[in-house]
């Protein structure tokens, strides 16, 4: 193995803790300020009406970071969104940073390939997503898994940028399979924003139940996904 080859399987191995171990130490850094302002559901509603134009951004700041950051729910992020910008700004916000966080994995996923990819998912788990999204349908195999409930989504996208799907395709197919979802967590935060609380638990428990089954068929998802693309290759009907 040369130089190059080397440095980059370190990277490959190193790159992901490095990036938590830079979160973690401005986090820690910043405690006192973050705790006082998500210490309620009043004080987050009120910084974003005292900073005005630069609430979106440092909202769409957070959302981006805890994409990068997988394993911190999503939800909770977008249900903040919803809370603090209402429906359809909690959903653009979202949008927005979301994208902007997906973007960032995608590059890492393409630059590291598929060792980094292999060395934070383990080879199982990588080896079923590429089962399923492999072949010259990658874009539908990725769609699918982004609109199927409980399917690990931000971690996908490491994945993505290490497969062969088009960096457009990428943005095409993440962004509408996960608006669904993006839209569902912001209805639910604005409604309790509102104390449309009915509301908020009907949403909330379809939510629950989509994820429940999303964990429980995962497999059976992904082998679905696999023989939809197989399928589509095929040129089956």
Do not use: C
């Not at 989509?210 to 992904?222: E, I, K, P, Q």
Request: positive net charge; without cysteine.
């Amino acid at each position: 193995m040369n130089t190059s080859g080397r440095a980059r399987t370190v990277l490959s191995i190193l790159g992901f803790p490095a990036v938590l171990l830079v979160v973690a130490a401005v986090a820690f850094a910043y405690r006192h300020p973050l705790y006082e302002l998500f210490r309620s559901a009043e004080s987050v509603r009120s910084w974003v009406q005292d900073s005005g134009s630069l609430a979106p951004l440092a909202f769409m700041a957070v959302q981006a970071v805890q994409v990068i950051l997988f394993f911190i729910p999503g939800e909770v992020v977008q249900l903040a969104g919803g809370f603090a910008f209402g429906v359809w700004g909690g959903t653009l916000w979202s949008v927005l940073g979301i994208l902007a966080g997906s973007l960032f994995n995608f590059g890492v996923g393409r630059a590291l390939g598929r060792p980094f990819v292999r060395a934070v998912f383990g080879a199982d788990r990588l080896r079923r997503i590429e089962s399923a999204t492999a072949g010259g349908k990658a874009a539908a195999g990725f769609f699918l898994l982004f609109v199927i409930p409980g399917i690990p989504k931000d971690a996908l996208t490491y994945v993505a940028g290490a497969s062969g799907l088009s960096f457009a395709s990428f943005i095409v197919v993440s962004t509408i399979g996960r608006l669904p979802g993006i839209v569902g967590s912001s209805y639910m935060g604005a409604a309790v924003f509102d104390r449309d609380y009915t509301a908020a638990i009907v949403v909330m428990v379809l939510a629950s139940i989509l994820f429940f089954l999303g964990l429980v068929f995962r497999d059976a998802l992904h082998v679905l996904v696999s023989r939809v693309v197989s399928r589509l290759k095929s040129g089956k009907r």
